[in-house]
């Protein structure tokens, strides 16, 4: 079963950091780009970060530019999302999804486009607040 599982929310006061893991299993991830999303409480789904399959190339979206950080190991078949300096308009669940296909072995796909995802996880809660 072709599976994307997300970890490491949870609660963290403003300025903190949490690290999100998303392992995949029945799948390698070594031909798949990683995107991370996220949905704040009565707010629609938005893209966040990208990696593409080979881990050499990033996007972000503005709000998270400089303070996230996203990478990738195939060897562990997980992807990692490093957020410092967390403020409470993050607090949001997020997701993990993979994109396949070698169109995005050097480049990530858009994080503003859903369609081009082809697995989700069912997401991890991250909390902001003091």
């Known amino acids: 079963q072709l599976q994307l599982v997300e970890s490491g929310g949870g609660l963290v006061q403003p300025g903190g950091s949490l690290r999100l893991s998303c392992t995949a299993s029945g799948f390698s991830l070594d031909h798949y780009a990683i995107g991370w999303f996220r949905q704040a409480p009565g707010k629609e789904r938005e893209g966040v970060s990208c990696?593409?399959?080979?881990?050499?190339?990033?996007i972000y979206a503005y709000s998270v530019k400089g303070r996230f950080s996203i990478s990738k190991d195939n060897a562990k078949n997980t992807v990692y999302l490093q957020m410092n300096s967390l403020k409470p308009e993050d607090t949001a669940v997020y997701y993990c999804?993979?994109?396949?296909?070698?169109?995005?072995?050097?480049?990530?796909?858009?994080?503003?486009?859903?369609?081009?995802?082809?697995?989700w996880g069912q997401g991890t809660q991250v909390t902001v607040s003091s």
């Open positions: 990696i593409s399959a080979t881990g050499g190339s990033t």
């Open positions: 999804a993979a994109a396949y296909g070698s169109t995005w072995y050097w480049q990530p796909p858009s994080i503003t486009d859903e369609s081009e995802y082809d697995y």
